[in-house]
């Protein structure tokens, strides 16, 4: 159920990824205030849904494979997070001030970017690594405990 939950997110975030692809050919076809409009929606998702989701990730999931892959790899991927957030803070500016445009559309391509290939990584590399080595009780524990994170906010 745990990693269920984590994958359903996944897909959310990949529709986000489709959204802010779309602003971007909105940006780029000169129809700057309808991009920016497609910008402000996405940020709704981006800057909720998508923290409870990494909370989940980081406050759970992580925890549980750094016992299988060492502190390394998972910090890394926290550290991506961590990138994740200054650029939809950014974004979020942007979407208020976007300028002549070209800020925000370099920022829009680095953020698709990112995500595609955070989510990939984790959809190829962690989520297999879980279901391989994860116990049916650390995945109860792990169901758990997402499901506090996601109460809580």
């Given at each position: 159920?745990?990693?269920?939950?984590?994958?359903?997110?996944?897909?959310?975030a990949?529709?986000?990824?489709?959204?802010?692809?779309?602003?971007?050919?909105?940006?780029?076809?000169?129809?700057?205030?309808?991009?920016?409009?497609?910008?402000?929606?996405?940020?709704?998702?981006l800057?909720?849904?998508?923290?409870?989701?990494?909370r989940?990730?980081?406050?759970?999931?992580?925890?549980?494979?750094?016992?299988?892959?060492?502190?390394?790899?998972?910090?890394?991927?926290?550290?991506?997070?961590?990138?994740?957030w200054?650029?939809?803070?950014?974004?979020?500016?942007?979407?208020?001030?976007?300028?002549d445009?070209?800020?925000?559309?370099?920022?829009?391509?680095?953020?698709?970017?990112?995500?595609?290939?955070?989510?990939?990584?984790?959809?190829?590399a962690?989520?297999?690594?879980?279901?391989?080595?994860?116990?049916?009780?650390?995945?109860?524990?792990?169901?758990?405990?997402?499901?506090?994170?996601?109460?809580?906010g």
């Amino acid at each position: 159920m745990a990693l269920e939950l984590l994958k359903e997110g996944h897909r959310k975030a990949l529709q986000a990824v489709g959204d802010l692809e779309l602003a971007l050919r909105l940006l780029r076809g000169g129809q700057a205030a309808q991009a920016v409009a497609a910008v402000k929606a996405t940020l709704v998702f981006l800057e909720g849904e998508q923290r409870v989701h990494f909370r989940q990730e980081e406050e759970g999931l992580f925890l549980y494979l750094a016992k299988v892959t060492g502190e390394g790899p998972l910090l890394a991927m926290v550290g991506e997070h961590e990138s994740y957030w200054k650029a939809v803070a950014s974004l979020s500016g942007l979407s208020q001030e976007p300028g002549d445009g070209a800020e925000l559309e370099h920022l829009l391509e680095h953020i698709v970017s990112m995500l595609k290939g955070h989510i990939e990584k984790e959809d190829t590399a962690y989520f297999p690594l879980a279901e391989e080595h994860l116990s049916p009780r650390h995945l109860k524990e792990l169901d758990e405990e997402m499901g506090i994170i996601a109460h809580l906010g």
